[in-house]
């Protein structure tokens, strides 16, 4: 055997040789990372976890807001108990709250300061308010971040260069970008169904329901050759992702986005529209 041939360098040479290794840009850093997971030194998770962390230092407000035509809000020249209904159906905690128009949001109503409100008694809503925190579509999310975790708020409004509302932005929203997605209390448990029927007539789906199980239960005969999920099937109707509030129509059903994050639909309302035949 020949002994001249040099050997081959071992776990320890190389694992050296990574972290002696000093990146000169973010292509290569990221390159260093992956070479990282390859071998073992770090799981899929804490990977994902810091290119979103790499990702937020680099986007802007107005990449993740929710668009101002889709902000729930609430108008503060109702009465509690008439935004009582809504606040329910909705299901968020805090809303922008508005004098007459989506451009004049004056605070943000918490959902418990409401409730405390419905006992018939003649109250000021206004009164009621949290501060606003306003800020502009170009605030980096690294930034936003840090100041949500300073000031203890959830909720931030993004304006544009003229002052008007653009949309909105949650402190869920910015961490999702690192962590992933992230399930509330409001979002469907992991042991319930897929689909449940609603007292309307109307299903809500998981975006993950398998196509087949979906034909199934509704009646439906769309192909599952080329989409494995309804939420692929619907995100392929819209060619993006849609937010949430948005509506399309396929092949005689109704399907409304009820939750949707950065990356992925969540859950789905759908109805069998009047000319539709179930096979």
Not at 65 to 84: F, G, H, K, T
Not at 139 to 163: P, Q
Not at 210 to 230: H, Q, R, W, Y
Request: charged share 30%.
């Amino acid at each position: 055997m020949d002994d001249s041939h040099p050997q081959r360098p071992g776990f320890l040479e190389r694992l050296t040789s990574w972290l002696s290794r000093e990146p000169d840009n973010r292509e290569e850093l990221l390159e260093l990372l992956h070479a990282a997971y390859e071998n073992n030194l770090l799981d899929a998770d804490a990977l994902s976890m810091i290119e979103g962390v790499m990702q937020v230092s680099e986007m802007q407000a107005r990449e993740i807001m929710i668009p101002r035509a889709q902000m729930d809000v609430v108008d503060i020249n109702e009465s509690p108990e008439n935004l009582l209904p809504f606040v329910i159906d909705t299901a968020h905690s805090r809303f922008p709250a508005v004098d007459g128009d989506r451009d004049s949001v004056v605070g943000i109503l918490l959902a418990k300061d409401l409730l405390r409100l419905c006992n018939g008694e003649d109250v000021n809503l206004r009164d009621q308010l949290r501060p606003a925190v306003f800020i502009p579509e170009s605030k980096r999310l690294n930034v936003l971040l840090k100041e949500f975790r300073a000031s203890r708020n959830h909720i931030a409004i993004v304006v544009d260069e003229y002052g008007g509302v653009a949309g909105l932005v949650t402190i869920e929203d910015v961490l999702e970008q690192i962590v992933g997605d992230i399930e509330d209390e409001y979002d469907y448990d992991e042991a319930e169904d897929n689909v449940i029927g609603e007292q309307d007539g109307s299903f809500r789906v998981k975006a993950q329901t398998e196509i087949g199980d979906f034909n199934l239960a509704l009646g439906a005969s769309f192909a599952d050759d080329e989409f494995d999920t309804v939420g692929g099937l619907v995100t392929h109707a819209f060619g993006r992702l849609p937010k949430r509030g948005e509506t399309v129509e396929i092949a005689g059903f109704h399907f409304q986005v009820l939750r949707a994050g950065s990356r992925r639909l969540h859950t789905l309302r759908v109805r069998r529209l009047p000319q539709a035949s179930l096979l």
